[in-house]
């Protein structure tokens, strides 16, 4: 692996395409709960749709590792929808910079609290966000799908 500098910043257009390839990866699909690749024109809609929401991109010598985004669900509350990290790079404690960088984000914001929805089987996020503070909220799911995944919460004030 790779050691090499890299920054956060805002997504922008031209990160359109980095974005979808690291969407697109085998094990970021698992981590998703997907079980086929998001088309060009799926992935479209999607950037579309998601332009105002929070994008954060992870850059390193302008080649984008690994992306997060943030979207507003209450007045007082911001989850984070996407975070994910190139094969390359996993391992690098990027992931950790980029949960921090979103948090901050949300605290910006004036959110007061952060939700993330985590697989169970997702080891290294779940991990990753119990590490960072948040904790799993207990609760009641019906669908197969919220059986497989959990919430977790991070308090900000």
Do not use: C
């Not at 007082?76 to 979103?102: C, F, P, T």
């Amino acid at each position: 692996m790779r050691m090499a500098a890299f920054t956060i910043r805002s997504a922008v257009d031209q990160d359109f395409r980095s974005v979808l390839e690291i969407q697109n990866d085998p094990s970021v699909m698992t981590a998703s709960g997907r079980s086929k690749p998001i088309s060009l024109d799926e992935h479209l809609d999607w950037w579309v749709a998601n332009s105002k929401s929070v994008d954060v991109v992870v850059d390193e010598d302008d080649t984008v590792i690994g992306f997060g985004r943030l979207d507003k669900t209450t007045e007082w509350s911001i989850q984070i929808v996407s975070l994910a990290v190139a094969a390359a790079y996993r391992g690098a404690g990027i992931g950790q910079r980029l949960l921090e960088a979103l948090i901050n984000s949300a605290r910006r914001s004036g959110a007061l609290s952060v939700l993330a929805r985590i697989r169970t089987d997702n080891d290294r996020s779940n991990a990753l966000f119990s590490k960072a503070g948040f904790k799993k909220v207990v609760g009641a799911y019906g669908s197969k799908q919220e059986r497989e995944e959990e919430w977790w919460s991070l308090r900000l004030v």
